[in-house]
């Protein structure tokens, strides 16, 4: 039924009032609307009834309404052509904008998704700073340290030799006081 329907539709002549023509195009709108007047002016019962030369000027002027009918078409398949490789141009345009598009999505995604490791390194590197800096503090308390027990060693070094010194003195005033007992011994017996 639908072939039926269309084919009884496109039979139906078409009235003059139902021709929409658009007034963005280069095309000259009221010079065609003249033209398909006159068109539709004409009749086939006008073309039986009139005389010879009437006939001929309405058929010449047939053609010549027929001839700028077509000028006009080659305009407007012109500007259709160009209006469908704009179309297409832009196409090409949009989806490379959309590709792009969906490559900076991928990455922010992948930014997103890499954000929580790269949050954990900053964390990490934080700890791992904070670790350094505790055993440097280690570091200069132990070498502190060492510096003090290196001082006591030098002090116990030096309170040694003084007290060997000593102790060297006081052997040799024994040695003396035991020289000056034998003399002493020696003088008394």
């Given at each position: 039924m639908d072939k039926a329907d269309?084919?009884?539709?496109?039979a139906q002549a078409i009235p003059f009032s139902d021709?929409?023509?658009?007034?963005?195009?280069?095309?000259e709108v009221p010079r065609i609307l003249e033209q398909l007047k006159k068109i539709s002016a004409l009749k086939i019962d006008d073309f039986?009834?009139?005389?010879?030369?009437?006939?001929?000027?309405?058929?010449k002027e047939m053609f010549?309404?027929?001839k700028d009918l077509e000028g006009h078409l080659r305009d407007v398949l012109t500007l259709n052509?160009?209006?469908q490789e704009e179309t297409r141009d832009a196409k090409k345009t949009t989806d490379r904008l959309q590709q792009d598009r969906d490559a900076a999505v991928q990455r922010a995604a992948a930014f997103d998704r890499d954000m929580p490791r790269v949050q954990d390194l900053e964390k990490r590197l934080e700890m791992t700073i904070g670790e350094v800096e505790r055993f440097r503090m280690l570091y200069r308390q132990e070498q502190q340290k060492a510096e003090k027990a290196e001082a006591s060693q030098q002090a116990v070094a030096s309170a040694a030799a003084k007290v060997k010194e000593e102790r060297d003195d006081a052997y040799r005033e024994i040695v003396v006081m035991e020289d000056k007992l034998k003399s002493f011994d020696r003088a008394s017996r």
């Open positions: 269309a084919a009884r539709k496109t021709f929409v023509v658009e007034s963005r195009s280069r095309v039986i009834l009139s005389s010879g030369s009437k006939l001929e000027n309405a058929v010549s309404v027929i052509a160009s209006l």
